[in-house]
């Protein structure tokens, strides 16, 4: 950050934060089930995650499956835990090829076992590709990542007076990430639904009302960086 008053106008973000949504309204229009939906979204993530890393942006994380997801159908959720499964398993060598880093943010409980183990082996697979890194949320919530942190200091014994938000950020899942630059969702809800609560403080927000995720293109993705480069963040000053 810049001193003497001045602000810090940016380029690139350093961390992109994705929240796909309405994937099933895309399907509904067409006429589709929404399981299609997802199917097209996943697609559409394929190539905005090519597309951010191509760019220069060297974290990409996104929401794919939060911890109040669990409340929806059981068709569905089999389906996105199934989806995930074939992710970890058969897609994992596209992201391999392509020097990227895959790893997952979440509580592993109540995920299948037999999904956390291919997840598991994605990450360490892929673990000193240097490309980029492409961050999954699944069973992931906000606010459980700062209960976890919170709790993981409680186990480690940590007096109350040396905890500090330096000491908590380093307890969050893979403290490696850094802060969230720029927040995309599209679908025309203006809201963080429980997403990189503590990442997100103070992050730039574009919100795409006309688009669901599926057709969200790289077109789209260059506007939102032009419009975020243009601003001026202060970080409190």
């Known amino acids: 950050m810049q001193t003497g008053g ?16 309405g994937n099933r309204r895309w399907a509904k229009a067409k006429g589709l089930p929404s399981l299609e939906g997802h199917k097209r979204g ?15 942006i060297p974290y990409v994380t996104v ?22 499964h074939w992710i970890a398993t058969n897609e994992i060598d596209i992201f391999h090829k392509k020097n990227i880093r895959l790893v997952f943010l979440g509580r592993e409980h109540p995920i299948p076992a037999k999904t956390m183990k291919v997840i598991m082996a994605a990450e360490e697979k892929t673990k000193n590709n240097t490309a980029g890194t492409i961050a999954i949320c699944i069973n992931y ?24 938000p330096e000491l908590m950020r380093d307890n969050l899942y893979h403290p490696e990430i850094p802060d969230v630059d720029l927040v995309i969702r599209t679908s025309g809800e ?48």
């Open 141 to 164: 919530g906000g606010q459980a990542e700062i209960a976890d942190a919170a709790r993981k200091i409680v186990e480690a014994g940590v007096n109350p007076e040396d905890v500090t």
């Open 42 to 56: 996943y697609e559409v993530l394929k190539t905005i995650g090519d597309a951010a890393i191509a760019r220069g």
């Open 190 to 237: 203006q809201r963080l639904s429980n997403f990189m609560l503590w990442r997100a403080a103070y992050s730039e927000f574009y919100f795409l009302a006309e688009k669901h995720w599926p057709d969200f293109t790289s077109e789209d993705l260059d506007i939102a960086l032009a419009d975020y480069a243009r601003r001026v963040r202060r970080f409190g000053q």
């Open 63 to 84: 929401y794919g499956f939060s911890t109040e997801n669990w409340h929806r159908s059981a068709t569905e959720v089999k389906f996105l835990m199934d989806l995930l």
């Open 6 to 21: 001045e602000t810090n106008k940016p380029t690139l973000p350093a961390h992109l934060g994705l929240i796909l949504d």
